[in-house]
């Protein structure tokens, strides 16, 4: 039997994959802002963060009025609550591509250091896929692949000390790179976060499917 | 360890030739509520009303399987149907006071026992009322007629009325579908009051309410228990399909 609460679901799911996809074209604008030191795309990015918080208010009063309104036990319980708390890691992540974007102004048109431009690259795109990824398995409930990403995320934690290690290499060569290490550091850390919500994310697609709450990231490092 | 005081295996339960219940495997622990969930006709009325005999009246109805209360065969051939409904009350869904006072309502047992001591009948309608949750709001009109009062309030004295005869078993059978939300929020905080020290077994068609109050939730189907598990897993994570699909309203 149809329900009115499925159509609502139905709703407010492809509210939430819509949110979802903002974001991740968010951070991939950010990453690749950042590679190519476009300010403007940069400050594009920090005057439209206001558009995902807006979104995660929406669908945070959604989730209530449903909660009140139909009372969902059991599955329907779990999609709701996954996606009121989905949608504040989502917002979270939206945040850390506005940090990016802010890095980007900062650094200006100061030298780039072949290999943290490298690193950075790399885990940009980790990053952008991830959230690409993760948002494929919330679509398809896909647990397996919620439980993959995990890896992707401490992938990331290790590039984040190889950036951090080069930093301080660079620094201790040149005094006056002190600036943009601490850029290229904020960088790396944002990504770190981004995959870090991504993966609280994969923790509700878990807690969606099987009714558990997970914790997939305590092995990584802790920063 | 609480010891298992009601225990039913394979019980059938046939109305003539429909099959009403169809082998119940269920027991129930000392002290706590138990909810009886499920569709109308799924049986869960007919099996509350097997374990004290109330289907016995019913023209055409054949019982097999075992129901024992603390090990005794509720359907031996001298079992006493007057003491196992001493042991184990029952509530109805409609609140049915007897047109006399509330005080003779609650001694009403007690009186057809040949209790005479009016000290003793005192203390007992106090301590029932009380029990009850009733005792504040009817403690000045207890010679007043039970049928004055409002609905909720004549439940809670037929819950008294059952308590005033010392059972161990409360059986109850949708005792708030006849009441507004504000009286059934009263029964529920009184049977929440009572199940420290009574084993209380409630069929309702409130799913909210078998959540608030039940510590265990039995989910019937066509003349079958489904499932039967901790309230929170019922309704956060239940075993079965047809489970998850009644509570969250797929059918039914």
């Known amino acids: 039997m149809r329900r009115l609460f499925d159509d609502e679901l139905a709703d407010l799911d492809a509210d939430f994959t819509e949110m979802g996809m903002l974001v991740s074209e968010v951070i991939q604008q950010s990453v690749d802002a950042f590679m190519q030191r476009d300010a403007a795309t940069a400050q594009r990015i920090i005057d439209h963060d206001h558009d995902i918080n807006e979104r995660e208010i929406k669908l945070e009063k959604k989730t209530f009025e449903m909660i009140a309104l139909y009372q969902p036990v059991t599955t329907d319980l779990r999609e709701i609550v996954t996606i009121l708390k989905a949608v504040s890691d989502l917002e979270r992540a939206g945040d850390h591509a506005r940090n990016i974007a802010h890095s980007t102004i900062k650094m200006g048109s100061k030298q780039k250091v072949p290999v943290l431009e490298q690193l950075l690259g790399q885990m940009g795109q980790m990053t952008t896929q991830m959230v690409q990824d993760v948002l494929k398995a919330y679509v398809n409930k896909d647990d397996q692949e919620a439980q993959a990403l995990a890896d992707v995320d401490r992938k990331l ?59 997939l990231n305590s092995a990584s490092e802790a920063d | 360890m609480a010891e298992e005081i009601l225990t039913t295996q394979d019980l059938h339960l046939y109305y003539g030739n429909k099959e009403a219940l169809k082998g119940i495997n269920l027991n129930f622990k000392e002290k706590g509520i138990t909810a009886l969930i499920g569709p109308s006709g799924c049986g869960k009325s007919t099996y509350l009303r097997t374990l004290n005999r109330m289907n016995d009246l019913i023209p055409g109805v054949t019982i097999t399987g075992t129901a024992r209360f603390k090990g005794k065969d ?88 059952v308590l005033a005869v010392s059972p161990e078993i409360i059986l109850l059978d949708e005792p708030t579908s006849a009441l507004d939300p504000v009286s059934s929020s009263q029964i529920e905080t009184t049977l929440l009051n009572l199940r420290q020290d009574y084993t209380i077994i409630i069929v309702t068609h409130n799913l909210q309410q078998a959540s608030r109050i039940a510590d265990r939730t039995a989910f019937f189907m066509n003349g079958e228990l489904v499932e039967v598990d901790a309230t929170k897993n019922i309704f956060m994570n239940p075993a079965q399909k047809q489970t998850e699909d009644y509570i969250s309203g797929r059918f039914g």
């Open chain 1, 157 to 215: 934690d290790h590039m984040n000390h190889q950036v951090r290690e080069h930093s301080y290499e660079q620094m201790r060569l040149d005094s006056d790179f002190e600036t943009g290490a601490s850029i290229y550091l904020n960088v790396a850390q944002d990504l770190c976060r981004i995959g870090d919500y991504v993966t609280n994310v994969c923790e509700w697609i878990i807690y969606l499917k099987s009714g558990h709450i997970v914790e």
């Open chain 2, 74 to 161: 509720l359907y031996a051939p001298d079992a006493d149907t007057v003491e196992i409904r001493k042991e184990i009350g029952m509530v109805f869904q409609q609140p049915n006071p007897f047109p006399f006072s509330i005080y003779d309502n609650v001694i009403y047992g007690l009186r057809i026992a040949g209790e005479k001591d009016k000290e003793k009948l005192d203390a007992v309608v106090e301590k029932s009322l009380r029990q009850a949750a009733v005792w504040d709001e009817v403690k000045d009109h207890l010679h007043e007629s039970a049928l004055a009062l409002s609905g909720g309030q004549q439940q809670r004295v037929c819950i008294a009325r």
